[in-house]
């Protein structure tokens, strides 16, 4: 939702948005939305300029037609499937991970979240609050931008453990722009995953709703649209003989797969790869 403010467009000056805010009318689509002879009633100001700047908003803001099979063959030119190392989890989410996607892994502590994304070659880098995690990311959209290539290779995948390690400090209370913060990260990952062709993964905490509740992600319904695919990880009790992680993986939410799916992965057993190459850097 895009806010008017001053500069947004040619005519659309200061004084105007305090005489729309005065009425009701603060973003975009208040604006277009509205009868503007009314509005110009309400607020004095000029029916002429009421419509010019609505010709340009709609100019800048509307979308444009696009035919169905020229996006279906786009996707798929843009669209890889990676693997996760782990044949049962790749079985779970329909091959592996999608680009241009968000999928989300969420779990108790101790569940494997975090062994579970043992890869080949990663650059880590470590950052302790949403300002943090915010500028790392613009960073390195910046690089991809300019078509800036690690010497690891190109860049398919991001990760961020854990999501709500960032983000619980932020909400409740006082805290009024925690949830703004939150739905800022959730538009740069998604960003970065459609634009880049990126596969972006994040771990996330779970919650009941009472002692004998059911097990959902953290953060809430508002975070709940963000993953297009979410999977829950619930440990197993460890045995003498089995010294790797035990875990249950049970698909929560997926748009190819029906829900419900569930697998038993051996984190470390040589169901998920162990890591050969790990890179601690302080930039991306």
Not at 30 to 35: G, N, Y
Not at 87 to 111: H, I, K, R
Not at 133 to 160: F, N, W
Request: hydrophobic share 40%.
């Amino acid at each position: 939702m895009v806010v008017l403010r001053a500069g947004l467009c040619p005519g659309l000056t200061e004084d105007m948005i305090q005489l729309l805010r005065a009425n009701g009318i603060r973003t975009v689509v208040d604006f277009v939305s509205s009868d503007l002879e009314d509005v110009a009633q309400k607020t004095s100001l000029s029916y002429k300029a009421l419509v010019a700047v609505r010709r340009v908003l709609l100019a800048q803001f509307s979308a444009f037609p696009a035919n169905g099979a020229d996006l279906y063959e786009e996707l798929k030119s843009s669209t890889a499937i990676l693997p996760t190392g782990s044949p049962s989890l790749d079985q779970l989410l329909d091959s592996g991970l999608y680009t241009g996607e968000v999928t989300e892994l969420m779990g108790a502590p101790g569940s494997g979240k975090t062994q579970l994304e043992a890869l080949q070659r990663i650059q880590v880098v470590r950052v302790f609050n949403i300002y943090e995690l915010l500028r790392a990311l613009q960073e390195l959209r910046d690089r991809l931008s300019q078509q800036v290539v690690s010497s690891m290779g190109p860049l398919k995948m991001v990760l961020l453990d854990s999501v709500s390690a960032v983000i619980y400090p932020l909400l409740g209370g006082r805290q009024s722009e925690g949830l703004a913060l939150m739905m800022h990260l959730s538009r740069e990952l998604k960003t970065l995953a459609r634009e880049f062709s990126l596969a972006v993964v994040v771990t996330n905490q779970v919650t009941r709703d009472s002692s004998s509740g059911p097990l959902k992600p953290a953060l809430g319904r508002s975070w709940s649209f963000v993953p297009s695919t979410r999977v829950l990880l619930e440990s197993k009790e460890a045995t003498w003989e089995k010294a790797s992680t035990q875990c249950a993986a049970t698909l929560a939410k997926s748009p190819r797969q029906p829900t419900g799916i569930q697998v038993e992965l051996d984190i470390g057993n040589g169901d998920v790869l162990e890591p050969s190459l790990v890179t601690p850097t302080q930039g991306l």
